[in-house]
């Protein structure tokens, strides 16, 4: 649900306001949800046969969500925004090149091997079920829908709302027919969609595309899942790492909590041309630390797994929980670069819209 400006009392006083609107509608759908879905797999170290779960400490109840709600302390962010103009992305890359567009949120394009490859899509107006509940954005896509390149594939990190945007989704397979890569789970939610073409998969499976010699691995993050609260952890949630035929790998991180899970990725996948990180989000740090990197925990996974080049995405694009200035991931990160002895230049924040040729090895 929406929290609109304001800070302190006055953000938790229409917080209420707000849950007490939607709350109806909020009882239909869990119960819907509650009786009509659940993952039919068998368990295993991150499913207990009826939910996923982190094989970490940290998940939080719904109790730990409600006193992290009352204490939020919310600051203004700007009602809108508008963004210097980029132009438009080139249709198709090659010759080696690797071309990354931050379009907002945690939607990049990424162009290798002649293929255009887009993350966790979302051009809505709001992160959520209708066009009049959700987060509202705070600034246009970088890269408008007509302007965006043929895409041929799409990698989902979960289901929550500001990652998984059905009308943009419906638009991009209409259009596209892409192959749609998502965790556990989510295919069922696609299809009830009329989305086709999706391809499920747990941590650590690989799907090598026979057609374009390009590999797509889902890889474990510490986060979790639902589109509704008490119907949560019904799909799998993680990241990807995709293998371009020269040998050189990208890493999109989705949603994540640091973890130990970062040291079997670095273990597994050790060229890592690009890591694409989320650095926005991440307050109060005692709730949100098993769900969201903050800009030093980025960095230090930056540094952990070698990478050539890490980008900076899940910020300023909608007020989910405003808790920090709009800014504020900025000077974090800044902050976090120094500490660690990272030259700005391995690390970008892009504008939106921007799009930048990633470095060789």
């Given at each position: 649900?929406m929290?609109?400006?304001?800070?302190?009392?006055?953000?938790k006083?229409v917080?209420?306001?707000?849950l007490?609107a939607?709350?109806?509608?909020?009882v239909?759908i869990i119960?819907?949800?509650?009786?009509?879905y659940?993952?039919p797999?068998?368990p295993?170290?991150?499913?207990?046969g009826?939910c996923?779960f982190n094989?970490e400490?940290?998940?939080?109840?719904?109790?730990?969500m409600?006193?992290w709600?009352?204490?939020?302390?919310?600051?203004?962010?700007p009602e809108?925004?508008?963004?210097?103009?980029?132009?438009?992305?080139v249709?198709?890359i090659?010759?080696g090149?690797?071309?990354?567009?931050y379009?907002?949120?945690?939607?990049?394009l990424i162009?290798?091997?002649?293929?255009n490859?887009l993350?966790?899509?979302?051009?809505s107006?709001?992160?959520?079920?209708t066009s009049?509940?959700?987060p509202?954005?705070?600034?246009?896509?970088?890269?408008i829908?007509e302007?965006l390149?043929?895409?041929?594939?799409?990698?989902?990190?979960?289901?929550?709302?500001?990652?998984?945007?059905?009308?943009?989704?419906?638009?991009i397979?209409?259009?596209d027919?892409?192959t749609?890569?998502a965790?556990?789970?989510?295919?069922?939610?696609?299809?009830d969609?009329?989305?086709?073409?999706?391809?499920e998969?747990?941590?650590w499976?690989?799907h090598?595309?026979d057609l374009?010699?390009?590999?797509?691995?889902?890889?474990p993050?510490?986060?979790?899942?639902?589109?509704?609260?008490?119907v949560?952890?019904?799909t799998?949630?993680?990241g990807?790492?995709?293998e371009?035929?020269?040998?050189?790998?990208?890493?999109?991180?989705?949603?994540?909590g640091f973890?130990?899970?970062?040291?079997?990725?670095?273990?597994?996948?050790?060229r890592?041309?690009l890591?694409i990180?989320?650095?926005?989000?991440?307050?109060?740090?005692?709730?949100?630390?098993?769900?969201?990197?903050?800009?030093?925990?980025a960095v230090?996974?930056h540094?952990?797994?070698?990478a050539?080049?890490?980008?900076g995405m899940h910020?300023?694009t909608?007020a989910?929980?405003?808790?920090?200035?709009?800014d504020?991931?900025?000077?974090?990160?800044?902050e976090?670069?120094?500490k660690?002895?990272v030259?700005?230049?391995q690390?970008?924040?892009l504008?939106?819209?921007?799009?930048?040729?990633?470095p060789?090895?």
């Amino acid at each position: 649900m929406m929290l609109e400006k304001g800070g302190g009392r006055t953000g938790k006083k229409v917080l209420l306001i707000s849950l007490a609107a939607v709350i109806p509608t909020i009882v239909v759908i869990i119960f819907v949800s509650s009786v009509t879905y659940k993952y039919p797999g068998p368990p295993s170290d991150h499913f207990d046969g009826s939910c996923f779960f982190n094989p970490e400490s940290g998940d939080h109840s719904f109790m730990d969500m409600l006193k992290w709600t009352w204490e939020m302390e919310t600051v203004s962010w700007p009602e809108w925004l508008d963004d210097p103009k980029q132009p438009p992305p080139v249709e198709r890359i090659d010759d080696g090149r690797l071309h990354v567009t931050y379009v907002n949120h945690a939607t990049v394009l990424i162009q290798m091997d002649g293929l255009n490859i887009l993350t966790d899509p979302i051009w809505s107006r709001r992160a959520g079920p209708t066009s009049w509940i959700g987060p509202k954005r705070v600034r246009s896509p970088g890269v408008i829908m007509e302007a965006l390149p043929g895409i041929d594939y799409i990698l989902i990190s979960h289901d929550h709302y500001d990652h998984l945007d059905v009308p943009t989704m419906k638009t991009i397979v209409e259009r596209d027919h892409p192959t749609v890569f998502a965790g556990l789970g989510i295919k069922a939610l696609l299809s009830d969609e009329g989305i086709t073409g999706v391809v499920e998969m747990d941590w650590w499976q690989r799907h090598k595309s026979d057609l374009d010699s390009i590999a797509f691995t889902f890889v474990p993050a510490r986060h979790g899942s639902g589109r509704w609260p008490f119907v949560e952890n019904r799909t799998l949630w993680g990241g990807f790492i995709i293998e371009s035929p020269s040998g050189d790998q990208v890493y999109y991180a989705g949603d994540t909590g640091f973890g130990a899970f970062l040291d079997s990725i670095h273990n597994r996948f050790t060229r890592i041309r690009l890591a694409i990180l989320p650095i926005g989000n991440y307050e109060k740090r005692w709730f949100m630390k098993s769900q969201h990197m903050n800009p030093d925990d980025a960095v230090k996974v930056h540094r952990l797994l070698n990478a050539r080049q890490s980008v900076g995405m899940h910020f300023g694009t909608f007020a989910e929980h405003p808790e920090q200035t709009i800014d504020a991931h900025e000077k974090a990160l800044s902050e976090a670069l120094e500490k660690y002895g990272v030259p700005p230049s391995q690390f970008w924040i892009l504008e939106f819209g921007e799009g930048r040729d990633v470095p060789s090895f």
